[in-house]
């Protein structure tokens, strides 16, 4: 009883916790009092193990009920680099990832180019690991933002961290590239061009506050596309 409550307090999918903290605290009291009757013998003492195995078991079959209406999406087909994106719907769409896919190892940074042969001068980039317990696909993400708009043409490219040179903490990486397979615990970069702003700083603070705009990243999780916004 406590392990469930406590693992649906902590996937946090449940649309109520009521049931969770109930679930928890149950299964704490349930735990004291087995400690008590062990020195109080004459303390009462009933079946209440089967009450609270079928309780257990009702729970988790309430967790598996709404994982399933969370995870139902179509199942387009992967024919190309570009296809995620033409597929791309809405942010509030039934397509987007219910759980944490992503950790943001560090805060975005933007940067400033005066080279005059790089065409997209100014670039927000961002380092995100697979907290997942899978293998994953991820395609370059497209842009979203009411604020600051991408250059165009647009461009955003990801690149995979070279563990056996050091990964992330080393500043090693691959090729960029549209499409990677990105293996679990394992970290990716990725940017994105942006219009040159009127001033860098505003751009910078916007950046600090996360008020720029949306990465959304097509992804592919168990043979099923799913796209995960990150706020930016």
């Known amino acids: 009883m406590l392990s469930t409550g406590l693992y649906v307090i902590w996937e946090r999918h449940l649309k109520s916790w009521g049931w969770s903290v109930f679930l928890t605290l149950l299964g704490v009291l349930a735990i004291f009092y087995s400690v ?8 009462p003492n009933p079946p209440v193990w089967v009450v609270l195995l079928s309780l257990t078991w009702i729970a988790i079959g309430w967790d598996v009920l709404e994982r399933r209406k969370l995870l139902t999406a179509p199942k387009p087909g992967i024919g190309s680099a570009s296809e995620p994106q033409r597929a791309l719907v809405s942010p509030k769409s039934n397509r987007e990832y219910p759980w944490n896919v992503f950790t943001i190892q560090r805060q975005p940074e933007v940067s400033f180019s005066t080279s005059p042969g790089i065409s997209h001068r100014t670039k927000l980039t961002i380092m995100l690991t697979n907290t997942t317990s899978k293998d994953i696909h991820i395609w370059a993400p497209v842009w979203e933002s009411t604020e600051v708009a991408a250059l165009e043409p647009f461009a955003s490219k990801i690149r995979l961290e070279l563990i056996a040179e050091g990964g992330w903490k080393a500043n090693k990486w691959g090729e960029e590239t549209q499409c990677i397979v990105l293996p679990c615990a394992q970290t990716f970069q990725c940017w994105v061009g942006l219009t040159e702003p009127a001033t860098r700083d505003g751009l910078i603070r916007r950046v600090q ?5 949306t990465l959304i990243f097509p992804v592919k999780i168990d043979a099923k596309l799913y796209e995960v916004p990150i706020k930016v």
């Open 36 to 43: 008590y009757l062990h020195s109080h013998p004459k303390a």
């Open 209 to 213: 506050k996360e008020n720029t705009g």
